[in-house]
């Protein structure tokens, strides 16, 4: 006997409720990450690592499928290179936490330059002043983790991780518990 189907409103719900709890998760595990910066670097460390590696098999393995000819080499290649960086990165996990540390450092410094340069192009417009707030939080932080490379290795992937999980939580959290009140009114 099929179970009788559910509502919109039920399915709604219930998946809103499936939602909080993974805003909680990534709450708990933002605080973990940020009482444990280093410990949440290398576990980062070691994600990118086994992507690259899975990016390079994937390479050779379509290098061999998709391509005939002189074009097979160079994708063997490019393959092999995903290959040894990953596993470089996951054999020396802490090297790998000081170059990411030293790549956010960088793109935390271009960041804080182009949006000064957006602010300085809208700074008579109404709401400018948040993206010149913007700019130099980011270009302080930037120079902050790149002035103290590599001692900052210790903490900054791991507490920005950290923190960006808590915000895409308690985010969630908020928008899910929204969606319920907005059920519960329909109903």
């Known amino acids: ?5 559910q509502s919109p409103l039920t399915m709604i719900k219930q998946g ?6 993974w805003g909680v998760l ?48 160079w994708k063997l290649a490019v393959g092999v290179a995903y290959i040894f ?10 090297l790998g936490v000081a170059s990411l540390t030293l790549l956010l450092a960088v793109l935390f410094l271009v960041e804080g330059v182009l949006d000064l340069i957006l602010w300085w192009k809208m700074r008579s417009t109404g709401g400018s ?8 939080v980011t270009l302080l932080l ?4 790149y002035v103290h490379w590599p001692s900052s290795s210790i903490w900054a992937v791991g507490t920005l991780v950290g923190i960006s999980m808590i915000i895409s939580g308690v985010t969630r959290i908020m928008l899910s518990l929204a969606v319920r009140k907005l059920t519960t009114q329909a109903a």
């Open 1 to 5: 006997m099929a179970a009788a189907p």
């Open 16 to 21: 809103s409720k499936w939602s909080i709890v």
């Open 26 to 73: 990534l709450v708990i595990f933002g605080m973990l990450a940020i009482g444990e910066p280093l410990v949440a670097a290398v576990a980062v460390n070691i994600f990118i690592a086994w992507l690259l590696i899975l990016v390079g098999i994937v390479h050779i393995v379509l290098a061999f499928h998709a391509h005939r000819g002189t074009s097979i080499g």
């Open 85 to 94: 960086i990953g596993g470089y990165l996951l054999f020396h996990p802490l």
């Open 129 to 136: 002043f948040w993206i010149l707030v913007d700019a130099l």
């Open 142 to 145: 930037g120079g902050l983790i």
